[in-house]
Structures are given as structure tokens and as C-alpha cells.
């Protein structure tokens, strides 16, 4: 296992246009988290998954923004009309489950989106 | 809610020196993790060292180690015989068991002075 992907690295868009990013989380992970990361902050929550189910998102993503997480697995990130104040690094990040010293995170590489 | 503050945009310290990384958080609730996170430039996120709430003993971990106090919601990093590669981002992060997330301060950029 080569820890947390994430796809692809970058991705420039234009205003308007829809983008969806995916993450393989590490294999039997339960918990799938995203972050949005823009220049010279912390990383914001965004929502996560308990292996398929989605518990909770964040108040920062807005309708235009959709996640999934089908069978548990791999999940994607989607945003639908895309505007320049979504410019930013996208960071997945993945678990083992709930409670004790499962809570450390091992995160992806992320994804630079520009929105042009 | 929960906060996690950083007051150090920036640090540098010379290289073989100590240098202390601070952070204070804020949480209702008393179960929780506290973590330091490093960002190098352009490479993913590592975790550096964690800390259970309700453990007394400071962490350590080779090079690093916390001084964590509960009462004052303190939880600072001291980096000791610094490195060229210990230059990053670093981030001070809360996980709160009760939404089970982590929150992020704004980080602080650690410079090695070779």
C-alpha cells in the first residue's frame, strides 16, 4: 500500500466548469476526510465518511459541492460551477475508524485546483 | 465549536539549535487528540507527534517532543538538534471526539539557518 492518492494534481478550469477529483484512501481505512487548503492557511474541513456513509459536512461547502463515496472505498469530489474563490489545495485524508489511537490521519498529496 | 491558534507565522532557528513551535486550542469537550502536523513544500502532510488528552506524560518522539498543558489549553512543539530536512510547514491540529474531525491552526513556517 502506497498510502493516501489523490487525482490528479493539478487541474486548471475555467470559470463555470464542472471538476471532479478522486482519492484511494489507504486499503481498510474506514474513515475518509476532506480539506480545502488555500495559501498561507490551516486546512478547513470540508465532510468525511464513515466508510460509505457520509456524517457530516462542513457549512464551507455549499450547494455546488457534492462528495461521495461509493462501496467505501475510493471517493470523489465534485464542484459544479466552479468559481475562482475555489482556487485552492484539495486534501484527502484517511483513518482506520473510530476511537482510541485510530485517529491519526494520513494524507494525500492533495489537489491544486485553479479556476481561471 | 473548537479553535486552534498559532501565533508564529514564522520561526527560524540555526541549524543543531532548539526551537519551541507554539499552539493554544480551544474545546468544550474532554476527550481529545492534539497533533503536530509537518507540510514540507510541495510534498503531503506528515503526522510529527501526538497527544492523548488525558495522558499527564508530555509526548516524545526522537527529535520532538510537546510540553502539553491542559488547564491553560497549551500545546507547544520543541524541536531539538534542528535539521535542514525539520524546514516546513508545521501545523497544530485538535480531534475532538465528539464530530470527530480535525481542526487546524494557520501554521507556522519553520526555516533551518544552515
Known amino acids: 500500500d502506497t498510502g493516501v492518492s489523490q487525482d490528479p494534481r493539478h487541474k486548471i478550469t475555467k470559470r463555470g466548469q464542472n471538476v471532479t477529483f478522486r482519492c484511494d484512501p489507504i486499503?481498510?481505512?474506514?474513515?475518509l476526510y476532506w480539506y480545502r487548503q488555500t495559501l498561507g492557511q490551516g486546512p478547513e474541513f470540508l465532510t468525511y465518511?464513515?466508510?460509505?456513509?457520509?456524517?457530516?459536512k462542513s457549512r464551507l461547502l455549499s450547494d455546488r459541492f457534492s462528495a461521495e463515496r461509493p462501496k467505501g472505498s475510493f471517493s470523489t469530489l465534485e464542484i459544479q460551477r466552479t468559481e475562482q474563490g475555489d482556487s485552492a489545495m484539495y486534501l484527502c485524508a484517511s483513518s482506520p475508524g473510530q476511537g482510541g489511537g485510530n485517529t491519526e490521519a494520513f494524507f494525500g498529496q492533495g489537489t491544486r485546483l485553479t479556476v481561471v | 465549536a473548537q479553535t486552534v491558534t498559532q501565533s508564529q507565522p514564522e520561526m527560524s532557528v540555526q541549524e543543531a539549535e532548539t526551537v519551541t513551535l507554539s499552539c493554544t486550542y480551544d474545546t468544550s469537550e474532554s476527550d481529545y487528540y492534539l497533533f503536530w502536523y509537518k507540510q514540507p513544500p510541495s510534498r503531503q502532510m506528515i503526522l510529527v507527534i501526538r497527544q492523548e488528552a488525558y495522558k499527564q506524560q508530555n509526548a516524545t518522539e526522537n527529535r520532538f517532543s510537546v510540553n502539553f498543558q491542559k488547564a491553560a489549553k497549551s500545546f507547544s512543539l520543541k524541536i531539538s538538534d534542528s535539521q535542514l530536512g525539520d524546514a516546513a510547514m508545521y501545523f497544530c491540529a485538535l480531534f475532538n471526539f465528539g464530530n470527530e474531525k480535525l481542526t487546524f491552526g494557520t501554521g507556522t513556517r519553520l526555516t533551518i539557518i544552515p
Open positions: 465518511f464513515q466508510n460509505e456513509a457520509q456524517l457530516e
Open positions: 486499503s481498510e481505512h474506514n474513515r
